[in-house]
């Protein structure tokens, strides 16, 4: 059932949600987010990704909202000033870094706005079609973990069965230092510092901005934004989403590639316009005409 709910913020993921297979807002989702801050909503992106990668998406969507970015630790100002961060400690990256190294794994470090690694191959490269940086060779990244400031790490370069030996491996080493989770961008593994997730990052934001839970919407699809649903009040779910996405999610919309994002919208968040006085005002002489007709069938 399609109820209109008190919504004053839209939290929105990026790949996979709002932009479609092409990475791309469609004009039906830029229509209806429009609107939806027309009416006074406040439109805010959750992203796993840099900044850097939403500047042209905040520029065409008018946005002057704060945003959560590089799951939840990196956390910006409308302005592009960072508002908060979260960095995985200098011992516990090298950790990581070189164990995965050692099982034939690539790695991309994030740090702020630039991702790093050791050497680019197509692997590495690969990020950048996702409209992130082009990752930075800057040769050994275990020998920089305490000069090159490290939010996050992205492990590459296996399939995901590989991907979830690696993390059951990882979790019985560190695992009481760190946090995974996977992003929904290429096939890969993400470390982040433990506890820290686009959930958290969201719950942060929304604290400062005293937001009700009640009056939020929350709109996902990947692993990493199971939290983050569960954070707002009311979570939505969009068709293409993982099982445990869908699951948390209070409605399950369109998939990306067909506007659900702007369905949602659409159901949950836009009130009916009002009349206008000229809408009134050809109303009236109708109602008018059908009295007038009425009084001469009784004559």
């Not at 034939?104 to 197509?122: P, T």
């Not at 506890?195 to 942060?204: D, E, I, L, M, N």
């Not at 699951?247 to 998939?255: D, G, I, K, L, Q």
């Not at 590639?257 to 809408?279: C, H, Q, W």
Request: proline share 3%; aromatic share 4%.
């Amino acid at each position: 059932m399609d109820i209109k709910r008190n919504i004053k913020y839209i939290v929105v993921d990026l790949d996979g949600t709002l932009l479609n297979d092409d990475h791309v807002v469609s004009d039906k989702n830029k229509e209806a987010i429009q609107k939806a801050i027309a009416q006074g909503v406040k439109v805010i992106i959750a992203t796993g990704k840099t900044r850097a990668s939403a500047e042209s998406i905040i520029a065409a969507l008018n946005l002057d909202t704060p945003g959560v970015f590089v799951q939840g630790l990196m956390v910006y100002n409308a302005d592009g000033t960072v508002r908060q961060e979260h960095k995985l400690e200098p011992d516990v990256a090298r950790h990581a870094i070189q164990f995965a190294e050692t099982q034939g794994f690539e790695v991309i470090a994030y740090s702020g706005n630039r991702l790093v690694c050791k050497r680019l191959d197509e692997n590495i490269e690969a990020i950048a079609k996702f409209g992130e940086p082009m990752p930075e060779e800057i040769g050994s990244l275990i020998n920089q973990v305490n000069t090159v400031k490290m939010h996050k790490l992205i492990v590459v370069g296996g399939n995901k069965r590989k991907l979830k030996a690696l993390r059951w491996q990882l979790e019985q080493q560190i695992g009481g230092k760190v946090s995974f989770t996977d992003g929904g961008v290429l096939t890969s593994l993400e470390i982040l510092p433990k506890g820290a997730s686009k959930g958290q990052g969201v719950k942060a934001l929304l604290r400062q901005l005293a937001a009700k839970p009640e009056n939020v919407m929350g709109i996902g699809d990947a692993e990493n934004d199971v939290e983050m649903l569960q954070a707002v009040g009311f979570g939505v779910a969009v068709k293409n989403a993982a099982e445990k996405t869908k699951a948390v999610a209070a409605e399950v919309v369109s998939s990306n590639n067909d506007n659900g994002v702007a369905e949602a919208i659409e159901r949950f968040v836009l009130v009916d316009e009002p009349k206008t006085e000229a809408s009134a005002a050809t109303t009236e002489p109708a109602a008018k005409e059908t009295e007038s007709t009425s009084e001469s069938t009784d004559e």
